[in-house]
C-alpha cells in the first residue's frame, strides 16, 4: 500500500480514488497508463482520463518525450513490472489493466527515441505485452493521439502509419486496440484548424500536440466512452457525474 500510495503521488495525482481511499472492493481492475506526452500528467489526457474512473485506483505512468525504446531503457517500464508483480495478502497480485500508447517520439528525427516502423516499433510494443501478461495483467494498445495541424486544410494525420502498425500487432497478438488515432482525428477534422487550436495549453507553451485543460477534457471523454465500449465491465468504476 505504501509503494502504490508514493507511485500515486509520483504520477502526480493528487488523492486515491474513492473504492481505495476508503478499503473498498475495486469496482474493475487497477488501471496503470502507460505512454509518451500527450498522456502524461499535465501536458497530456492521462489524469483526466483517471479522474473518469475513480472507483478503481489509476496511476498515470506516461512520461513526456518517451518512445517504446527511450521508456524502457530509462527503466519506466521496470517501474511498471514491479508494480504489477507486487504481491498482497495470499501472495496474490492486483488485477490490472495496462493501457500503452506510444508513436509521437517513435518518428525519425529524435535522437535516441527514434524506432524504426518495420523493424522495431512493433517488436517493441510485443515486448510490453509479453511482459505485462507474464505478470498477470491484461494489456490495452492506443493508437497515438493525433496532431493537430493543418495543411491547405486538410489534418495532416503524420502518425497513421504508427497506429496501423500498432492495430496489425495487436490483431495479431490478440490484444485489444483501442484507435485513439481515428477517433481523434476524425474530431479534429471536424472542429478545422481555429477550434482545434484551444485545445492546446496556452501561450506561451502552445503547440498543436499537447494538450490543455479542454483537449484533455475531450480525449479523456473519447477514450472512456470507447474503453467502456471494449470493456463494459469497467463501467461501476466510472464517476456518476464528469468531472
Same mark, same amino acid.
Given at each position: $500500500?505504501? &509503494?502504490?500510495?508514493?507511485?500515486?503521488?509520483? =504520477?502526480?495525482?493528487?488523492?486515491?480514488?474513492? %473504492?481505495?481511499?476508503?478499503?473498498?472492493?475495486?469496482?474493475?481492475?487497477?488501471?496503470?497508463?502507460?505512454?509518451?506526452?500527450?498522456? %502524461?500528467?499535465?501536458?497530456g489526457? *492521462?489524469?483526466?482520463?483517471?479522474? &473518469?474512473?475513480?472507483? /478503481?485506483?489509476?496511476l498515470?505512468?506516461?512520461?513526456?518525450?518517451?518512445?517504446?525504446?527511450?521508456?524502457?531503457?530509462e *527503466?519506466?517500464?521496470?517501474? #511498471?513490472?514491479?508494480?504489477?508483480?507486487?504481491?498482497?495478502? *495470499?501472495?496474490?497480485?492486483?488485477?490490472?489493466?495496462?493501457?500503452?500508447?506510444?508513436?509521437?517520439?517513435?518518428?525519425?528525427?529524435?535522437?535516441?527515441?527514434?524506432?524504426?516502423? !518495420?523493424?522495431?516499433?512493433?517488436?517493441? @510494443?510485443?515486448?510490453? /505485452? =509479453?511482459?505485462?501478461? =507474464?505478470a498477470?495483467?491484461? #494489456? $490495452?494498445?492506443?493508437?497515438?493521439?493525433? &496532431?493537430?495541424?493543418?495543411?491547405?486544410?486538410?489534418?495532416?494525420?503524420?502518425?497513421?502509419?504508427?497506429?496501423?502498425?500498432?492495430?496489425?500487432?495487436?490483431?495479431?497478438?490478440?490484444?485489444?486496440?483501442?484507435?485513439?488515432?481515428?477517433?481523434?482525428?476524425?474530431?479534429?477534422?471536424? $472542429?478545422?484548424q481555429?477550434?482545434?487550436?484551444t @485545445?492546446?495549453?496556452?501561450?506561451?507553451?502552445?503547440?498543436?500536440?499537447?494538450? *490543455?485543460?479542454?483537449?484533455? !477534457?475531450?480525449?479523456?471523454? $473519447? #477514450?472512456?466512452?470507447?474503453?467502456?465500449?471494449?470493456?463494459?465491465?469497467?463501467?461501476?468504476? &466510472?464517476t456518476?457525474?464528469?468531472?
Amino acid at each position: $500500500m505504501k &509503494r502504490l500510495a508514493a507511485l500515486w503521488l509520483a =504520477a502526480g495525482l493528487g488523492a486515491a480514488p474513492v %473504492a481505495w481511499a476508503q478499503g473498498l472492493p475495486p469496482a474493475g481492475p487497477r488501471l496503470i497508463l502507460v505512454g509518451d506526452s500527450t498522456l %502524461a500528467p499535465r501536458s497530456g489526457y *492521462g489524469n483526466a482520463l483517471c479522474a &473518469r474512473f475513480q472507483q /478503481v485506483a489509476c496511476l498515470n505512468l506516461a512520461r513526456g518525450g518517451r518512445s517504446s525504446k527511450s521508456y524502457r531503457a530509462e *527503466g519506466l517500464w521496470a517501474t #511498471v513490472l514491479a508494480l504489477l508483480n507486487e504481491r498482497g495478502p *495470499g501472495d496474490t497480485r492486483q488485477h490490472s489493466l495496462v493501457l500503452i500508447q506510444f508513436g509521437h517520439n517513435d518518428q525519425p528525427g529524435k535522437p535516441g527515441r527514434s524506432t524504426d516502423l !518495420a523493424t522495431e516499433f512493433g517488436p517493441n @510494443l510485443a515486448g510490453y /505485452v =509479453a511482459e505485462a501478461r =507474464a505478470a498477470g495483467a491484461e #494489456v $490495452m494498445l492506443l493508437t497515438p493521439l493525433t &496532431r493537430r495541424s493543418f495543411r491547405q486544410g486538410e489534418l495532416d494525420n503524420d502518425l497513421r502509419p504508427w497506429a496501423e502498425a500498432t492495430l496489425k500487432l495487436g490483431a495479431e497478438l490478440g490484444v485489444p486496440v483501442l484507435d485513439l488515432n481515428a477517433l481523434s482525428a476524425a474530431a479534429v477534422c471536424a $472542429m478545422g484548424q481555429p477550434a482545434a487550436d484551444t @485545445l492546446a495549453e496556452a501561450p506561451p507553451r502552445f503547440d498543436r500536440t499537447h494538450l *490543455g485543460p479542454r483537449g484533455a !477534457a475531450l480525449f479523456a471523454q $473519447m #477514450v472512456a466512452d470507447e474503453l467502456l465500449r471494449l470493456r463494459p465491465d469497467l463501467a461501476g468504476a &466510472r464517476t456518476l457525474a464528469e468531472p
